[in-house]
C-alpha cells in the first residue's frame, strides 16, 4: 500500500459521499415537490369553490383568482342564499329553504348513524365473543352475510324501495331515509366494531363475568367504555356516507324530506344559474365535513383502516 | 381436583337448566304468538290489496307496526325460552331483522317486480311478462354499453391505486408536518360526489371561464371541450371520481406501510439495493396482501358509481360515460318503467357478484401459490 492509493482511496470515499448527500438532497427537494403537487391538486378545486363564492360576473369571467390582489370580494354568493351579514337579519325564503334541507341532512345523517352504530355494535360484539348456530350457519358465515350487504349496489334496491315505500306511505320521510342509509352503513360499521372488539381482551369479560355480570352487563359496564373510540370512529365514517349520499335521497324524496346534496344537485341542473350562489351553496354543502376532517382525521382514519391491515 | 369438577360440573348445569319448564313455555309461546299475530296482519292486509276482502286499509303501515311488534315479542320470547344462550343471541337479533327486512325482503320483492311490465305513470298497473324483459334487456344497445363502460371503470382502480401507492410512500417518507399533508390529502374524500360535480365538473371544467380551460388554452388547445369528446369526457369523469376516492386508498395503503417491520426496511437499505429495487423487491411484496384488499373494496365502491356522473354529463356524450346506476336511474326518471329497471338492476347485482366472486377465488388463489 503506497500513500498516493491511500489518498485516492480516501478522496473516491469523499467524492462518494459528496455524490449520496447530492442524491439524499435531490430526493428530499423531490419529496416535498410532490407533495406540493399534491396539495395544490386536492385544496385547488375548494380553494376555488371558497373565492368564488366571493367574485362577481366580471371576476369570474376574467379568470381572477387571488382576492384583494386580483379581484375585491364581495358577499355576492352568500346574498344569494341569504346568508351574508347584510341579509342575515332580514327574512329571505331562500335561506328558509336552505336551512330546511341543511337540517333535513343533519337529522337524517345523525339518525342513521347512530342506529347503525347500535346495532352494528350489539351485532359486532355478539360475533366477537359467542359461537352461535343457526340452521347451517356459524360465526363466519353470519359475518359475512353483514358484510356481503356492502356489495349490494343502491340501484338494486333503490325501485324496490320506490315501490315499498309508496305502499307504506313512507315515501319522503326522514323515518324511510334512516332505514335506509342505515343499511348502506351498517355492513361497515360491523366491520370497524368487529375490528376493536376483537384487540379487546376476552380475559377482561371473563373477570367480570366472575364478579357475577351477565352478558349484557359486561358489554355495557365493561367493554363498551374501552370500545369506544372505535364507535367514535365508526359514527364518524357513517356520518361522512350519509351526510353525502345522493342516489337514494334524490329518488325517494321530493319536498319535505329532501336533503342537502339533492339540493345542491337540482341547482346544477339549471343552466345560467349565478355562480356565485352555486357556488355558496356547495361550499355550505362541504364546509361541516371538511371542519370534521380537519378536527378528527384521527377517528377516520382510524375508521378506515380497521381490520384492513393485519 | 374435587373442587374444580364440582365447579365445572356447576357450570354446565347452569349452562343447561338455567330455565325453569315453566319460563320456557312463556317464551315459546310469546315466539308462537309473534309469528301469528304477523301472519295474521299480513294475511289480512293481502286480502285488503286483492279485494277479495275490502277492510279499508289505506296502506301496509300495519304490516310495518306488526313487523316491529314481531321483533319485540319474538327477542323477548327467545331471551324467555333459553336464558343465557337468549341474552347472547339477542346482541345478534337486532341487526339480523334489521337486515332482513331492509334488505333481503326488498331484494326478494325486487325480483318479483322484475318479471312484470310496469310502468308507474301508466294506469294499467303491473302486468306478469315472464322473461320479456330479459329478452329486451339483451337487445338493449345502451345497457350493454354501461355495463362494458364499467369494466373501464373497474379497470382505472389499478390507475388510482398506482397514485395512491406513491402518495401513501410520500406520506410515508421521513417529511416535516406530516399531519398537515395527510389532512390535506385526505380532504377530497370527504365531499360530497355531488358537489364535487359542481365544483370541479361544471365549474372549472366550464369551457369559457373555468380555470383549467383557461389553462388548457394557455398551453395552447384553441378550444377546449372536456365532455364533447367520447374518450375525453371518460377520462374526466372517472378523474373526478379518482380525486374523490383516492384518498381512501392511500390511508390504507398508508397504514399497511406503516405496519411494516422497521427491520425489513433498513435490510433493504444496508444491503446496497437501490430505493427503486428495495421497493420492487421487499416493500411492493410485503404489501401485497393490504394492495389486494384496498383493490377490492375500491372496486365494490366502483360498480356502484353514479352520482358524478348523473350530476356531471347524464351519461353523455352518446352514453359514453354511463355507468349501469346512472343509466337505470335515467330509465325510471325519465320513463317511470319500474319493471324493466329493476330487471337491468338485478341483472347487474348478478353480474358483480359473480364477478367478486371470481375476483376474491383467483385472488385468495394466488396469494395462497405466492405465501
Redesign the interface.
Known amino acids: 500500500m503506497t500513500a498516493a492509493t491511500t489518498a485516492s482511496l480516501a478522496s473516491d470515499d469523499a467524492r462518494a459521499a459528496v455524490r449520496r448527500h447530492i442524491r439524499s438532497r435531490l430526493?428530499t427537494i423531490g419529496?416535498?415537490a410532490?407533495?406540493v403537487i399534491?396539495?395544490f391538486?386536492?385544496?385547488?378545486?375548494?380553494y376555488?369553490?371558497l373565492t368564488?363564492t366571493m367574485k362577481v360576473a366580471k371576476d369570474?369571467?376574467l379568470?381572477h383568482?387571488i382576492p384583494w390582489v386580483d379581484f375585491q370580494p364581495s358577499w355576492l354568493g352568500w346574498r344569494g342564499l341569504g346568508l351574508s351579514p347584510d341579509t342575515w337579519a332580514s327574512t329571505s325564503t331562500v335561506r328558509d329553504e336552505f336551512i330546511l334541507r341543511f337540517t333535513n341532512s343533519v337529522v337524517v345523517g345523525f339518525g342513521a348513524s347512530a342506529l347503525a352504530v347500535?346495532?352494528?355494535s350489539?351485532?359486532a360484539?355478539?360475533?366477537s365473543r359467542?359461537e352461535?348456530k343457526f340452521l347451517w350457519m356459524r360465526n363466519r358465515d353470519?359475518s359475512f352475510?353483514?358484510l356481503s350487504?356492502?356489495?349490494?349496489?343502491?340501484?338494486?334496491?333503490?325501485?324496490?324501495?320506490?315501490?315499498?315505500y309508496k305502499?307504506?306511505?313512507?315515501l319522503d320521510t326522514h323515518f324511510g331515509l334512516i332505514?335506509?342509509y342505515?343499511?348502506t352503513v351498517?355492513p361497515i360499521v360491523?366491520w370497524i366494531m368487529k375490528d376493536q372488539f376483537d384487540t379487546i381482551p376476552n380475559e377482561l369479560d371473563e373477570a367480570a363475568q366472575v364478579d357475577g355480570l351477565?352478558?349484557?352487563g359486561t358489554?355495557l359496564r365493561i367493554v363498551l367504555p374501552i370500545a369506544l373510540p372505535g364507535m367514535v370512529a365508526a359514527f364518524i365514517l357513517s356520518l361522512?356516507l350519509c351526510?353525502?349520499e345522493?342516489?337514494f335521497a334524490?329518488?325517494l324524496t321530493s319536498t319535505d324530506a329532501k336533503t342537502?346534496?339533492?339540493l345542491?344537485?337540482s341547482?346544477?341542473?339549471s343552466q345560467g344559474i349565478n355562480?356565485w350562489t352555486?357556488?355558496a351553496v356547495?361550499t355550505a354543502?362541504?364546509m361541516p365535513?371538511?371542519v370534521?376532517?380537519?378536527l378528527l382525521?384521527r377517528y377516520?382514519?382510524k375508521g378506515?383502516?380497521a381490520g384492513?391491515?393485519? | 381436583m374435587a373442587n374444580t369438577t364440582a365447579a365445572g360440573g356447576r357450570f354446565i348445569e347452569a349452562e343447561t337448566n338455567s330455565v325453569s319448564a315453566r319460563r320456557s313455555f312463556i317464551g315459546r309461546s310469546l315466539i308462537w304468538l309473534a309469528v301469528c299475530a304477523f301472519a295474521l296482519v299480513v294475511a289480512l292486509q293481502t286480502l285488503d290489496a286483492t279485494g277479495l276482502w275490502r277492510l279499508g286499509f289505506e296502506n301496509w303501515r300495519p304490516t310495518l307496526y306488526a313487523y316491529g311488534l314481531f321483533c319485540v315479542l319474538l327477542c323477548s320470547g327467545i331471551v324467555l325460552a333459553r336464558g343465557e344462550r337468549g341474552w347472547r343471541a339477542l346482541f345478534l337479533l337486532p341487526a339480523a331483522l334489521f337486515t332482513v327486512a331492509v334488505a333481503i325482503f326488498p331484494t326478494l320483492f325486487g325480483l318479483s317486480i322484475a318479471f312484470t311490465d310496469w310502468n308507474l305513470s301508466s294506469v294499467s298497473g303491473q302486468k306478469f311478462n315472464g322473461i320479456e324483459n330479459l329478452v329486451q334487456l339483451v337487445h338493449d344497445p345502451f345497457y350493454i354499453n354501461a355495463l362494458l363502460n364499467m369494466i373501464y371503470y373497474v379497470c382505472a382502480v389499478l390507475f388510482e391505486y398506482a397514485i395512491a401507492f406513491c402518495l401513501a410512500l410520500l406520506l410515508n417518507a421521513d417529511v416535516k408536518a406530516r399531519k398537515f399533508w395527510r389532512v390535506t390529502f385526505l380532504l377530497p374524500f370527504m365531499l360530497s360526489p355531488v358537489a364535487v360535480s359542481w365544483m370541479i365538473g361544471k365549474s372549472m371544467l366550464e369551457t369559457r371561464f373555468g380555470p383549467v380551460s383557461r389553462f388548457v388554452r394557455w398551453i395552447g388547445v384553441q378550444t377546449p371541450s372536456f365532455f364533447g369528446d367520447p374518450v375525453w369526457a371518460k377520462i374526466w369523469i372517472e378523474a373526478m371520481d379518482a380525486w374523490v376516492s383516492i384518498p381512501f386508498v392511500m390511508i390504507l395503503l398508508l397504514a399497511g406501510l406503516q405496519a411494516l417491520p422497521k427491520e425489513v426496511q433498513e435490510a433493504a437499505k444496508v444491503d446496497g439495493a437501490g430505493p427503486w429495487q428495495g421497493f420492487w423487491q421487499i416493500t411492493f411484496p410485503l404489501m401485497l396482501p393490504v394492495s389486494v384488499t384496498a383493490i377490492v373494496i375500491r372496486m365494490i365502491f366502483k360498480l356502484k358509481l353514479a352520482d358524478i356522473v348523473i350530476n356531471v354529463t347524464s351519461g353523455g356524450p352518446g352514453g359514453a360515460t354511463d355507468t349501469v346506476s346512472s343509466f337505470i336511474y335515467r330509465e325510471y326518471r325519465d320513463r317511470s318503467n319500474v319493471g324493466y329497471g329493476t330487471m337491468l338492476a338485478m341483472v347487474y347485482l348478478v353480474i358483480i357478484v359473480v364477478f367478486v366472486t371470481i375476483l376474491l377465488n383467483v385472488l385468495s388463489r394466488s396469494m395462497r401459490r405466492m405465501t
Open positions: 430526493a419529496i416535498y410532490a407533495l399534491w396539495a391538486v386536492s385544496l385547488f378545486p375548494i376555488w369553490t368564488t369570474v369571467q379568470g383568482l347500535i346495532l352494528g350489539l351485532a360484539y355478539g360475533l359467542f352461535y353470519i352475510f353483514f350487504q356492502l356489495i349490494l349496489p343502491p340501484v338494486v334496491l333503490a325501485l324496490p324501495f320506490l315501490v315499498l305502499e307504506l306511505a313512507l332505514m335506509l342505515t343499511l351498517l360491523i351477565g352478558p349484557w358489554f361522512i351526510w353525502n345522493y342516489f334524490a329518488l342537502l346534496p339533492v345542491v344537485a341547482q346544477t341542473g355562480w352555486m357556488a356547495s354543502a362541504i365535513l371538511v370534521v376532517g380537519v382525521e377516520i382514519i378506515l383502516t384492513s391491515v393485519k
